[in-house]
């Protein structure tokens, strides 16, 4: 320091240089850790986290509406953070949705007795998501949600954009699959859980993971392809 700066004026400018050090280093953290987390993305999808859960059940109400047969691996976006978490999930290669004999399948029944009435096509089986597969169980939102959707806005938002007869098999996926949640809802074991209360978030995954592990299970033992949808 210069000859004559009082003891003040060194504290002062020694408060100012450890400033300016402190602000230095913790920008070089955020940028270190921000390049981190961007090497980190899309890495991994977290399935304890029921935010990440609720937007694949989600994906899955609209192809049970929409009555799609062509959801696997390939045929959505997904976009995670470097904790797993999802930021974006997108659908693509809608194409094959609509069908007007995609009937609504709740039961693994149901998928058995569409089987075998149907040709297999380039060596595959399309049909829609079976829901006691796909619905394990589903949290209050999306119940609420699904539970909401009148046949005539359904009908207003689908109109002019399929046929008659599209919608109208549209609108009976819809009723289909308000019953089966409404089982859910009212049946002996309920399954709309309620994802502010910890005991039934921990329930909600536990079914999930739990229904996901004995399809993967039961796939591998009839030697079958896996897919997001069941």
Same mark, same amino acid.
Do not use: W
């Given at each position: 320091?210069?000859?004559?700066?009082?003891? +003040?004026?060194?504290?002062?400018?020694?408060?100012?240089?450890?400033?300016?050090s402190k602000?230095?280093? %913790?920008e %070089?953290?955020?940028? @270190?850790? &921000?390049?981190?987390?961007?090497?980190?993305?899309?890495?991994?999808?977290? =399935?304890?986290?029921?935010?990440n859960? !609720? &937007?694949?059940?989600?994906?899955?109400?609209? $192809?049970?509406?929409?009555?799609?047969? $062509?959801?696997?691996?390939?045929?959505?976006?997904?976009?995670?953070?470097?904790k797993?978490k999802i930021?974006?999930? *997108?659908?693509?290669?809608?194409?094959?949705s609509?069908? !007007?004999?995609?009937?609504?399948?709740v039961?693994?029944?149901? =998928?058995?007795?569409?089987? #075998? %009435?149907? &040709?297999l096509?380039?060596?595959s089986?399309?049909?829609?998501?079976?829901?006691?597969n796909a619905?394990?169980?589903?949290s209050?939102?999306?119940?609420?949600?699904?539970?909401?959707? &009148?046949?005539k806005?359904?009908?207003?938002?689908?109109?002019?954009?399929? @046929?008659?007869r599209?919608?109208?098999?549209? /609108?009976?996926?819809?009723? +289909?699959?308000?019953?089966y949640?409404?089982?859910?809802?009212?049946? !002996?074991?309920?399954?709309v859980?309620?994802l *502010?209360d910890?005991?039934?978030?921990?329930e909600?995954? #536990? $079914? @999930? /993971?739990?229904k996901?592990?004995?399809?993967k299970?039961a796939? /591998?033992?009839?030697?079958i392809? /896996?897919? %997001?949808?069941f």
């Open positions: 320091y210069e000859k004559g700066t009082s003891a +003040a004026q060194i504290v002062i400018k020694e408060n100012q240089r450890n400033k300016k602000q230095r280093n %913790s %070089s953290e955020k940028s @270190t850790e &921000k390049q981190l987390n961007e090497s980190n993305l899309n890495k991994f999808l977290d =399935f304890s986290l029921p935010e859960l !609720e &937007k694949i059940y989600l994906l899955q109400v609209l $192809d049970a509406i929409c009555g799609s047969v $062509d959801r696997h691996a390939n045929n959505y976006i997904l976009q995670t953070d470097a797993g930021l974006s999930l *997108k659908a693509i290669d809608n194409d094959m609509f069908g !007007e004999s995609m009937i609504p399948l039961t693994a029944d149901d =998928f058995e007795k569409f089987c #075998s %009435s149907k &040709k096509l380039n060596g089986m399309y049909c829609t998501p079976v829901y006691e619905f394990p169980c589903i209050k939102t999306i119940y609420n949600k699904v539970m909401n959707i &009148k046949p806005d359904l009908a207003n938002a689908l109109r002019g954009h399929i @046929t008659d599209e919608l109208e098999m549209a /609108i009976t996926r819809l009723h +289909a699959l308000q019953e949640f409404e089982k859910l809802n009212n049946g !002996e074991i309920k399954k859980y309620d *502010k910890r005991n039934e978030k921990k909600f995954i #536990s $079914d @999930t /993971i739990k996901a592990e004995e399809i299970n796939n /591998i033992e009839k030697n392809q /896996i897919t %997001s949808r």
